[in-house]
């Protein structure tokens, strides 16, 4: 179904695809990108898998990633109320920036996943 | 005469000509993408001073851009983003309901 | 001391709405499904105790807290003032009464309804809340996204194509708004309001009207006035009922809230009075006469949102003290009975299945929803015991230059009663014994009741007591907006205004029986009167932005 070049480029990108996400979200407080971009870049890895071996698998992990994202949230809210026990205000400059970004980027790289999968599901064959 | 807030402007100004005149449903929610680029690009050239130098600031940089307008333009891109999603999302919805993408032959039962 | 109120105010919808998705895959039961709707009633009703319990002190100083520690021009600013307190109260209360209304009427996906609902509170929450000018777009952009996704949760035939119409219109106010900040950005280099206010009025006059512009288009598309109101009518009656209710009752307001903060800021130009005093004039009374012409229940609550809006824009057009108070009470009076209006055409809807009111036939078989219903009609009529009556006259007092304006307004009058009277006629009068329809068999249930009873409640209350509310909220809360403290009397029992008010009811009685005889020809008219395409509205859109720029140039 799926052509041949598609799934070999694939095999043989992708390992390079998810590390440049993992560094674009890990080095965000320093260089241009950050928790968003990184997630994007990570969901854009998720995509080219669906692409390259079909949709059949995707949705059995809807409710997983929905939550990935959820948790995503709640983690944001606590590791950001930490800040408050010290008596400072909500999110202030204690050096949490980077947890802060790996905690978004996994959100990120859920919910867009999530949304593609919720597109793809109308282009099954059945149902 | 060519600087980043005329261009801008003029790309806003097609995006909002393509979403007049066009028919079919993604073409419309392809000139709405086109018209946040406009504002996103007219935004981030506010900022801009001649001769600036990119507002990293580690190294030795002495004329930084503005960048607040940045700052901003990447939250406006996340809501741009969602925004697409959900029209896409309510395009397919709108197909695989009514079997066409033509904004005119959606009829809805209205009393 | 740091105060914590105003971050605790958003984050509560939003870690409960998070709740509720992560324990989504785990809860498979229908009765551990239940859990998910009681965490979002916990997490909809704290904002509204804490928000109670705080009055004592928003009444003396500004609660101010700045994100993350930094100085105050430059920091993104969350406060709570007098002015603040009376939006923020009033839409924790609709928000939980429409939720408890809703747990009965949504009939599918209803993990993902009180997810999207709750964001929406999140959203609007953080509109009212906060004073810097890009922190209120972002606000201002979740609760209109979240709000584009509930439309289309309804279960009517229509909604998917109103919500898509809605979300196109929605995004070009958006994008003039983002146009607006970026222009006053690049010319001040500020961001904050209260910093902004003191800067510009030393500005040039074109770049003070370009600014102006811009905010407006983005300000009237979301307060629905027209030409820029097509997109309400489809959207508030295709939704479902509790949304609908919210729609109406606050989503609508935040453009005026924006209005109020941004406008006040110190813009001079010649000819803004007259101008807002034509568009509201024009508001009221095109959405009154289009909503002669239609059967459906819920386009008729909706075209009647416009003209009250219209009614709001004059109130607020003289920008002096008492039109802003009557203003800022008609906002707070028009949430309370168009929910409780679109809650009871909710009721009526659920438990006869249609939403044609010649086909509703409902007799005296709910007697809960007619007593609340009838309530509510006197309401927006302006019937002297109940909340619309104050607000109305306080308008109505502050209209003493403009004649013209106070007799069209009271055309306007004549027009909403005889909508209402419609309504009560064809649903709960006529009941056609012969025509076979069946007439409901009980009254709507008991998480349906409550809301409504609350709220007509609320309505007897703000109309028959104006002056607990009006010295305690409304008044500190125009003074924090216009100076010029101001006081006013009302009489509650004056038979000047009763007999105003009976003859009034009497025109539009006169004019229902005008509509009746003619029923026949509504369906021609409306069918020619009507714009289908969504090409045609944002062209006039833009046309409308046009011709009021190129209005106020000529005038400056």
Redesign the interface.
Known sequence: MTSKIVQTTTTIILPFLLLFGVYVIIFGHISPGGGFQGGMILAGAAMLIALAYGFDKLPRFMSHLQSLEAGGVLLFIFVGSITVLVWLPFLADLHILPILNIIVGIKVFAGVALIYIFIARWELPHD | MINGMNIGIIL?LIG?FG?????N?IK?IMS?TV??NG?LI??IS?GYVIGGQSP?I?SDVTNPVDP??QA?M??????S???T?????????????YKTLN??D?I???? | MIDYEPVLIIITPVIAASIISFLSPFLKTERTKKIQKYIAIIGLSLPFFYLILLYPTVSIKTIQYNMGGWATPYAITLIIDPFNYTFLIISSLITLLAFIFSMKDVKKAKAKFSFFFLLMVAGIYGVFLSVDLFNIYVFFELCVITSYILVTLGDQKGSLKAAFTYLILGSIASLFFLLGIGLLYFNTGALNIFHLSTLVSKLDVTIQLAVFTFLFGAVAVKAALPPFHTWLVDAHSTAPSAVSAVLSGITVKIGLYIFLRVFTMGFQLQGMTEFLLILGVVAALGGVIFALFEWDIKRLLAYSTISQMGYIVVGLATFSAIGVAGGLYHIINHAVFKGLLFLCAGAMIYRTGTKDIRKHNIGTTMPVTLITFIIAAFSIAGVTPFNGSVSKSIIEASLSNHPLVWFFLLLTCIGTITIFSKILYYSFLKTAIHNKIKQPSQEAPFSMQLPMVVLAFFCIILGAFPHIWLDNIILPATSSIIGGYTTIQIKIFEPMTILKDWLLIGFGLLLLKIVISRAQYIDKIRKRIVLPNLNIKVVMMMFALTLILSLFKFLN
């Open positions: 806003f909002i979403m007049m005149t066009n028919k449903i419309i709405l018209a946040e504002v007219f935004f506010i990293i580690t607040l307008p901003m990447i939250t406006m891109i996340v809501i983003l969602c925004l999603a959900l029209s896409l999302t309510i395009a397919a919805w709108i197909f695989h309901k904004v005119e959606i809805d039962d209205r009393l």
